[in-house]
């Protein structure tokens, strides 16, 4: 990506991490007229805990009450449906159930119900056994009872995040991969950051470094208020004919630990059962455990039974940046430095609305310029798509209908894909049953040269020796 | 060749691998009219055009060929009886009509035709279908995604670990062999190679040790595979890790339509004729039972032509007829159904009915009709073998036994 420093040689602000939080966050500032650079050290944007997560739009009806975390949510939520179709994103419009499976947990639906209201969702609805089954027949039979959260919504995890950092492109903002940020000093009025691509100097700095949040103060600030305790949450995606199997999320009843396991649609067409919370240190091993998956395949089975018959696509985890305490961590530091850390597993549906408070404690005001919004692809399963036109130029993904036309787009652009994995979250290509048995060649083909973490490698990367471990 | 798409043919084919062709040819040989057949791949063939070693054409050629030409001889042979083939449309629909939407480079359309054989093959199971544990690093993926990248000139990994000992595996080894890939071991979960010998002695003849009761646990590695962790509680140090066989019916069009699936192949419900459930349907090849080797969905292409063309003068039973019920460790059976015999050609369409089991068996298998035995013999076999029985030519009530010795 060619950079353009400004001339003056300083950025207004400087963006440390392109999760879905730095992404909303480079759009907020650039929106506002700020000259801003994002800095990623992966390949590609979403590389974090911002890759795999349940791709729910929440209203925050469970969040903790009076909360920044519950009115952020909130904040999030109404600036999404503000503002996706303009960008073209899309909003698959589910609602959810908060299901009683016990005689325990049927006790304790209406004191959720009085937690909805309190955090602003008074359009909650109690159901009983029978009018629970009238709306999701396919539920198993020790399901009690319920009650519906209408706007709790499906999104698509990887296209609204595009979105909002296209949009801070398109209103000037530089974005920096495979782009580590090694150390920083502040002058007392601006900063001047060491990445591996060289000095960035900013007047302030934004840390959205997610998994790292707490390393990310650590260097810069020499402290740091908390520290992430990684949280592992795994997930089983079923093949699409399970898709007509639920229509809404369907949500257990909350602990105190985790939302518990949820299962719902997703935007391409999907049924998935997920996540599971297990703490572990490592900030980036997102292993899959097939016993922990049989078990959650199980407890799938439980909420549908029809389920059982139902063929399994993919398996994926994702890592939430939780600290030892169940809040946001958002700080202001007399460094000029905000953090952005703990954002747990709620900040898909919270980003826009942390951007929003983030922007207000920055007290610069900056010449705001005439609003720009571009229009990201549309990939979701019912909306229309491009190999229902002519000159798709041939499907190359067969199980997700990814055309040639797609995945020459997501190369190029603003921000084009720089590995398989960006690819991916950018078409769908491999997403499908088959995971590229079809499509390996074609997609090795079109992505030769293009990629910053090819798909093949040119050379031996470890010369290893022909005996094995024991 | 996408632009000049007919509205209607006699019969369409989908798939344009070595049934599919086989099919196509037939069914212009004997006289029918418009002979279509669709592929979505750049490329006709199917799956031998990426197989450059294994012996192909004995059968059909009466040669030795290697896979992509033999690929190239059936679509050479298709053409040359009269058969249009069509490549780079994505049939997206089966409707009843037969009528089918497709979608290529000219856009979405709608054909329609009197009959139409699907022959959309099979695919491995992948590694998240299997349960993989562990990381997912760049450099896991099944053979036809391997052989798929090594036909671009690049390499995926130098150093790989090949799990499962199918045919296919070693087609594998023998892809990597040719790229200068060089494979650091072997696994197979069960207690012995799965291909027949002498295929089984073939990693050790390249100094490839293999392993068997073995699984694969975990994937190691962040960008790219750093280690492959087995059951036994080894490591395998190694770059990539290719997930061979275990093919499966590619349906997702089956999926979207009324098109009866049987559970045990996972391929659609036929009778002997290779009919569907819908009206005008008939399936063919790899689609029906995974897996068999091209020479032999060759032959079944060529049968259930032979059986649409009989269709197509009026000249099939009406009904689908009764379900083959099935007692003992049977995995899958084709055909599912089996029509009334036609007294005048009663060697139409399939003559053995075909199954798998899923563990070693030992046993005697029999086949009723009417309570009565009409044929049974002695089985010792294993999971992914071919496993023939005649089909009844009289009868009703059919139902297949397999008794295992020592039980009762």
Known sequence: MPTTHPTDGAFDIAIIGAGVVGCALARAFAMDGARVVVLEKAHDILDGASKGNSAILHTGFDAPEGTLEAELIAAGHAEYLAIHDRLNLPLLKSGALVIAWTEEEEAALPSLMDQARANGVDDVEALDGAALRALEPGLGPQARAAFRVPREYLIDPWAAPLAYLTQAVRHGATVLRTCEVTNGHFTGTTWDLETSHGPVQANGVINAAGLYGDKVDQMLLGRSDFSIKPRKGQFVVYDKPAFDLASHILLPVPTKVTKGIVVCRTIWGNLLVGPTAEEQDSRNDASLDPSILEALKKRGEDILPALKDHNVTALYAGLRPATEEKRYRINKHPEQVITVGGIRSTGLSAALGIAQHVRALWDTRWKVPKPVWPRVPNIAETAPRDWQNPGHGGVICHCEMVTQREILAALNGPLPARSLAGLKRRTRVTMGRCQGYYCAGALAELTKDRLTQPMTQAEDRNPLPMTHDD | ?408
Not at chain 2, 67 to 82: N, Q, W
Not at chain 2, 165 to 185: D, H, K, M, N, Y
Not at chain 2, 214 to 223: A, D, F, I, L, R
Not at chain 2, 254 to 276: F, H, K, N, V
Request: with cysteine; charged share 20%.
């Open chain 2, 1 to 408: 060749m996408t632009t000049d798409l007919p509205d209607q043919a006699d019969v369409i084919i989908t798939g344009a691998g070595p049934a599919g062709l086989a099919a196509a040819a037939t069914l212009a040989d004997l006289g029918v009219g418009q002979v279509v057949v669709l592929d979505r791949e750049s490329e006709a063939g199917g799956v031998p055009r990426h197989c450059s070693h294994s012996p192909y054409g004995l059968r059909e050629f009466r040669r030795l060929m290697n896979g992509p030409r033999y690929a190239k001889a059936l679509v050479r042979r298709a053409i040359s009886a009269g058969v249009a083939i069509h490549t780079g449309v994505n049939v997206t629909r089966l409707l009843p009509g037969p009528t089918l939407e497709v979608t290529s480079n000219a856009g979405p359309a709608t054909l329609s035709a009197r009959a139409v054989l699907l022959a959309t093959g099979a695919r491995e199971t992948t590694r998240a279908e299997r349960f993989i544990g562990g990381t997912k690093p760049q450099g896991v993926m099944s053979t036809g995604a391997l052989q798929l990248i090594l036909e671009t000139g690049q390499k995926p990994f130098r150093r790989p670990v090949v799990l499962g000992t199918e045919l296919v595996a070693f087609s594998a080894i023998l892809s990597c062999r040719l790229a200068g890939i060089r494979p650091v071991a072997m696994v197979e979960p069960n207690g012995r190679v799965t291909a027949r010998w002498p295929t089984a002695l073939f990693p050790r003849m390249l100094g490839i040790p293999l392993t068997t009761n073995t699984s694969v646990s975990h994937v190691e590695g962040g960008e790219h595979v750093t280690g492959i962790h087995l059951s036994n509680g080894e490591k395998l140090q190694a770059d990539g890790l290719i997930v061979t066989g275990r093919f499966q019916p590619d349906t997702p069009l089956l999926a979207d339509s009324t098109i009866q699936r049987d559970p045990g192949t996972g391929g659609p419900e036929i009778d002997q004729y290779g009919r569907c459930t819908l009206a005008g349907y008939f399936a063919a090849g790899n689609l029906l039972r995974a897996v068999e080797t091209a020479g032999w969905s060759w032959s079944e292409g060529r049968a259930i032509a032979h059986a649409i063309h009989a269709y197509l003068a009026g000249n099939l039973p009406p009904e689908m007829g009764e379900r083959i019920t099935l007692l003992g460790p049977i995995l899958a059976h084709v055909p599912q159904r089996i029509a009334p015999a036609l007294a005048s050609r009663s060697f139409l369409g399939l003559s053995a009915l075909q199954l798998r089991v899923g563990q070693p068996v030992d046993g005697t298998l029999s086949l009723l009709a009417e309570g009565k035995t009409v044929t049974s013999k002695h089985l010792r076999t294993g999971p992914e073998r071919r496993i023939l029985l005649p089909l009844p030519r009289y009868g009703t009530q059919p139902n297949v036994q397999l008794r295992v010795k020592g039980e009762p």
